[in-house]
């Protein structure tokens, strides 16, 4: 454990897992979690990153909510879901866990402190690996770098970047249709630029990493 605080954490066993998390594991984390699966897989068929997703205060077993389903359709992913629960057993397996916000990233660090080292929000990682990648740089086969050294990199780095406060993607939750589909517009942006990042399809600049335009 105190490994975990002040130490290098042990990498998680089995295959590299990005893990997103929001609140209730209906709208936005699955969301993510289903068009960051299926964009690298489209990106390069052979990488070994699994996708999955949880909830602070997940609505457990419930499928995602109509509007962000029909979105995550729209943009080519499977919308096949059942909401669960975030279990410190779930957390120890990610090599990095993407919260939608930074309430949400303090929530889950002090609930699985061991987890402070490879959580971010999405907006924060994303950002990292775009403006620092000499620091940041994604994991890489040849070189034998992993996902979770990428993830311990960009914490050691994460003061190199500047929070907006737009960085937070809100809740669309029982919200307006457009409220939905601006969210929903957002994460398929972050998700394209990260994974092109990890599969280094990018050039490095993160389209929507800062504040999103006015719509």
Do not use: W
């Amino acid at each position: 454990m105190l490994e975990d605080l002040f130490g290098r954490p042990a990498a998680p066993e089995g295959s590299p897992l990005i893990l997103f998390v929001c609140t209730g594991n209906i709208c936005r984390s699955p969301l993510a979690e289903k068009l960051l699966r299926e964009r690298l897989e489209q990106f390069d068929p052979t990488n070994r990153i699994e996708v999955a997703s949880a909830g602070l205060h997940a609505v457990v077993g419930a499928p995602m909510e109509p509007e962000p389903a029909a979105i995550g359709e729209r943009h080519g992913g499977v919308m096949a879901h059942e909401a669960r629960q975030l279990t410190a057993a779930i957390a120890r397996r990610a090599s990095v866990i993407l919260t939608m916000t930074k309430a949400q990233r303090a929530e889950l660090s002090q609930e699985f402190p061991f987890a402070l080292k490879r959580t971010f929000t999405l907006v924060e990682f994303v950002r990292l690996l775009a403006e620092v990648p000499d620091k940041v740089a994604p994991p890489s086969a040849q070189n034998g770098r992993t996902l979770f050294d990428t993830s311990l990199d960009a914490s050691r780095y994460r003061g190199s970047v500047v929070a907006h406060p737009t960085d937070d993607i809100e809740d669309p939750y029982r919200r307006s249709a457009e409220t939905h589909e601006r969210v929903g517009e957002r994460i398929v942006t972050l998700a394209d630029e990260l994974a092109a990042q990890l599969t280094g399809k990018s050039g490095g600049t993160a389209q929507d990493a800062g504040p999103p335009t006015a719509r």
